[in-house]
């Protein structure tokens, strides 16, 4: 099977790199198309309407070449419902869209209707935009890629630069700085960016640089507890990428508890859950005290993670919708495009 991965930066480790890895894997022939890039142009008011005609002609000319069976956009903001609609003319294939966060906010019905399927990891997107008629859409959790999730062993020096009792690996922004202000007597240590640019001395103590890779699951690994607290407009009812993350490197992670979140992991057994802060603090209490039982929790959690909750696991998942809502849908590389039905 022929795919084009439309993604905003082609860079090894970001988000849709990892679905190009995946299929290739699988035996899928695919192509990049990166349509944000590090280009000043496109967060520049006075270019943006210019610089979205331009990736708008070259993704129409990169499809026409390629011809590829189905395109799958990773968010795709510059990517309208004209283009897709103009391409489905052109071409023989089907466009779907996964949205890493929350929809409602972020993109217009009409981009969102234009695709023959757009996957939303947040039910309470899905269930809103249903309500209002729009009715291609299915739900798709976010995941983790064992390859570069995964336990590690620090050794001694790693483990005295990395760990802490209890870590947080997020990039700093007012409501998350509130949330550490209340937690400040607990011993946090802090990694992401724009930490070390807080106001509060306090908060710039804990903080750390931020971490990709290894770094980052040296901070897992190292740690007691991990902090996964979730993003107050993108999950409202979902849960993030972390959750995954965290998962599949066997970490006990400390997590708000979102409504979707119990069909994913079992709270009490593969994650640690609380409603509120003064439940927060009484759960950082008992597993700091009790840190053998935090790690079996970040073992389960691993178990489950690497059962459930892959990338191939949502490939697979998005393969059977596209092939129940399209049938005949052939799932080998190299088949023929699937055809719409009528």
């Known amino acids: 099977m022929r795919w084009l991965v439309v993604l905003p930066f082609a860079r090894p480790g970001l988000m849709g790199m990892d679905f190009a890895d995946e299929l290739r894997g699988l035996g899928h022939e695919?192509?990049?198309?990166?349509?944000?890039?590090?280009?000043?142009?496109?967060?520049?008011?006075?270019?943006?309407?210019?610089?979205?005609?331009?990736?708008?002609?070259?993704?129409?000319?990169?499809?026409?070449?390629?011809?590829?069976s189905l395109v799958l956009v990773i968010k795709g903001g510059p990517i309208t419902a004209g283009l897709i609609a103009r391409l489905k003319r052109k071409l023989d294939a089907l466009f779907l869209n996964?949205?890493?966060?929350?929809?409602?906010?972020m993109l217009p019905f009409e981009a969102i209707e234009a695709y023959d399927v757009f996957f939303t990891k947040e039910r309470y997107a899905m269930k809103s935009l249903q309500q209002v008629g729009i009715r291609n859409l299915a739900y798709l959790p976010m995941y983790c890629v064992p390859s570069a999730h995964h336990p590690v062993t620090p050794t001694p020096d790693e483990a005295s630069q990395y760990g802490a009792p209890v870590a947080f690996?997020?990039?700093r922004y007012p409501y998350r700085e509130r949330f550490v202000k209340a937690l400040r007597d607990?011993?946090?240590?802090?990694?992401?960016?724009?930490?070390?640019?807080?106001?509060?001395?306090?908060?710039?103590?804990?903080?750390?640089?931020?971490?990709l890779g290894r770094e980052k699951l040296l901070v897992y690994a190292a740690s007691t507890l991990s902090l996964n607290h979730h993003h107050p407009m993108n999950d409202i009812v979902g849960v993030n990428t972390r959750t995954f993350e965290l998962a599949a490197a066997g970490a006990c992670q400390i997590v708000d508890l979102k409504e979707d979140l119990r069909d994913l992991f079992k709270p009490g057994e593969e994650v640690v859950g609380y409603h509120d802060l003064g439940?927060?603090?009484r759960q950082l209490d008992l597993h700091l005290a009790h840190p053998d039982e935090a790690r079996a929790i970040g073992?389960?959690?691993?178990?489950?993670?690497?059962?459930?909750?892959?990338?191939?696991?949502?490939?697979?998942?998005?393969?059977?919708?596209v092939n129940d809502r399209f049938g005949g849908f052939a799932r080998t590389a190299g088949a023929e495009a699937p055809r719409r039905q009528t």
Request: hydrophobic content about 40%.
């Open 299 to 321: 073992e389960n959690a691993r178990r489950r993670a690497l059962a459930e909750h892959t990338l191939r696991h949502r490939i697979e998942e998005m393969l059977a919708t």
């Open 30 to 68: 695919v192509q990049t198309f990166e349509y944000r890039k590090d280009n000043p142009l496109y967060k520049n008011r006075a270019t943006k309407a210019a610089y979205q005609v331009l990736i708008s002609r070259n993704l129409e000319r990169v499809c026409l070449a390629w011809r590829p």
């Open 98 to 105: 996964f949205f890493p966060d929350n929809p409602l906010w």
């Open 169 to 171: 690996v997020a990039n």
């Open 279 to 281: 439940e927060l603090r």
């Open 186 to 211: 607990y011993p946090l240590r802090l990694w992401g960016s724009g930490w070390a640019a807080s106001g509060d001395p306090v908060v710039r103590a804990i903080a750390g640089p931020p971490v």
